[in-house]
């Protein structure tokens, strides 16, 4: 299945499962962090997840 991710400014990131259909999602898991995220992205291979926060720091 396929996973969406979603960054937010109390530092979290929200991980959904995608239906085979495409047009529902389900909340799996939960990541927290401690600094607003302003931007998020996969790696090339889709494995890794990494973040910039408010502060500037780049998190993998």
Do not use: C, H
Request: net charge positive; charged share 20%.
């Amino acid at each position: 299945g396929e996973i969406i991710a979603m960054g937010s400014q109390n530092g979290s990131i929200y991980l959904f499962r995608v239906s085979r259909d495409g047009f529902s999602y389900k909340k799996s898991n939960k990541i927290r962090g401690t600094q607003p995220l302003v931007q998020l992205d996969w790696s090339s291979d889709s494995r890794f997840l990494q973040t910039v926060t408010q502060d500037y720091d780049l998190v993998f």
